[in-house]
């Protein structure tokens, strides 16, 4: 089973994209190939407010969205924010699993386990 990651990418379309706005469309399925050539899945939103759109993205390599994502930027249509994203489920396993690390923390010395 491949695990994937998740990504939400806030964006907002530079002055070139705005001027270039009718091809979106042909921009989404263009990035949306990417992201599918790399083992993941894409979906695109636009919104209203402080960004013009937002991708979900799940795709089984870190790299391979960083590379993705520089590769977009650099056609001069967009600006992002990415953010990487848990599940639920990922989270709960985080949140409660032993602190292991407590004990290598200088910064916290009360906190040194036994």
């Not at 263009?30 to 083992?39: D, I, P, Y």
Request: proline letters at 4%; one cysteine or more.
């Amino acid at each position: 089973m491949i695990i994937l990651s998740n990504f939400i990418v806030l964006g907002n379309w530079t002055e070139q994209g705005i001027k270039n706005i009718s091809e979106v469309p042909e921009r989404v399925k263009a990035s949306r190939k990417m992201v599918e050539n790399a083992g993941g899945k894409m979906q695109f939103f636009t919104t209203m407010g402080k960004y013009d759109f937002v991708l979900l993205v799940e795709i089984p390599k870190d790299e391979d969205m960083a590379a993705i994502l520089l590769c977009v930027g650099s056609m001069g249509n967009i600006r992002t924010v990415t953010m990487k994203a848990w599940t639920e489920a990922e989270a709960t396993k985080m949140l409660t699993a032993p602190h292991a690390y407590l004990n290598l923390n200088p910064f916290y010395p009360s906190l040194f386990l036994d």
